[in-house]
């Protein structure tokens, strides 16, 4: 289980700045929405260069314009880009073509994803499929992804034995409940960036998810 | 009905070179999603400083975080952002306050919007509705917004008389078809920007549209 540390609402340097203290308790990080829009491609690449040992997960949501998208951000260093489940198929179909051309990955956010369109989509095994309660569903409407019941597609889904990322206000209390369901990937944002003392939280969340896997590193 | 120019695929200088050659006849500049995503609220900065004079379009594209995007948008000096109509609920309702609290606008973009989801989103009497297709859907399916038939949503979204903006491969040969639905707002990209003469394409869409309108000036 892989733990992909959120950086969104940063200035770059404050994104830097935060991945450094925390660095050896997670896996992957991901340049956020708010980043990619607010300083463009330059947030990727500075991520990129300053962590070269981490896989970079460029949050970018495409919903269109999917080989342009993609292209641009692989180049700038991402290993994995994310598109909207929600988007026509045409365009999550380039979005894996570019990312095969690449020997890259895609994360598909099913936010707001109907269950006929994710069936259609369960056709893209090497996919990594992101269950997500958005910051506007928590912040808003005060959802989150954990204890009150796990925000997972259909069973007709799970059953497809996909790889699974679960994303939305996940913490140290939640994340024992959630790593049942065995994501690949834990998307953890402010639990760790904002955190009092964010090296702890991020060591806490890192020992959770050893445990949670039988006390094996990952 | 306003000529909203669609800018992507640029570099922020194509994109001020291209706009100052046609600027008398479109009426909105659109800094297009591939702008944000690759250059930031830069793209946007950029194209408000230059031109002063006409409405600015950010087409980010929100689908979460809300209030921070259209915050950004706005303080960038756009006068109207966009957001996804397959987006929760929640996401639009907060980009229509953020507009409200500024006195600019919403764009809601309609690709792959559900009919059930379009019938929630009619209550936002101030919004314009964007029947879109996309790039994607043209360029690999070949659909195109136009002669072969309009994508607008259906019938009981259209008696609502909400204000609509039409896009996708829109050209001077589908115009006067399109123009019969009144939209509020023409969205055209590569047939000006691509156009051997640009300028004589933006004049024969500018005389299509005041034609349309039977010879009215907009």
New interface residues.
């Given amino acids: 289980m892989k733990i992909q540390l959120a950086l969104?609402?940063f200035t770059i340097e404050q994104a830097i700045a935060i991945t450094k203290r925390v660095y050896p308790y997670i896996d992957w990080i991901e340049v956020g929405?708010?980043l990619?829009?607010?300083?463009?491609?330059?947030?990727v690449r500075a991520l990129r260069k300053e962590f070269p040992g981490k896989t970079i997960v460029a949050d970018?949501?495409t919903?269109?314009?999917?080989a342009?998208?993609f292209e641009?951000c692989y180049a700038a260093g991402a290993d994995v880009a994310t598109v909207?489940g929600?988007?026509?198929v045409?365009?999550i179909e380039?979005c894996m073509n570019v990312a095969v051309k690449h020997g890259k990955q895609v994360m598909i956010d099913l936010?707001?994803t109907?269950d006929d369109q994710l069936e259609k989509l369960t056709v893209y095994r090497e996919a990594i499929f992101c269950a997500h309660v958005?910051?506007?569903?928590q912040e808003?409407?005060g959802q989150k992804q954990g204890l009150a019941g796990i925000h997972l597609p259909g069973s007709r889904f799970r059953d497809t034995n996909r790889k699974v990322a679960l994303a939305g206000g996940i913490n140290a209390e939640s994340l024992p409940s959630l790593a049942k369901v065995q994501p690949s990937v834990v998307i953890i944002g402010s639990a760790i960036t904002k955190a009092q003392d964010p090296v702890l939280a991020a060591r806490t969340i890192k020992a959770l998810t050893t445990s949670a896997e039988g006390g094996t590193s990952v």
């Fill in positions: 969104d609402r929405t708010s990619i829009k607010e300083f463009g491609m330059e947030s970018i949501k919903f269109d314009n999917a342009y998208e641009m909207m929600a988007s026509p045409v365009t380039t936010l707001n109907s958005s910051k506007d569903q808003i409407t």
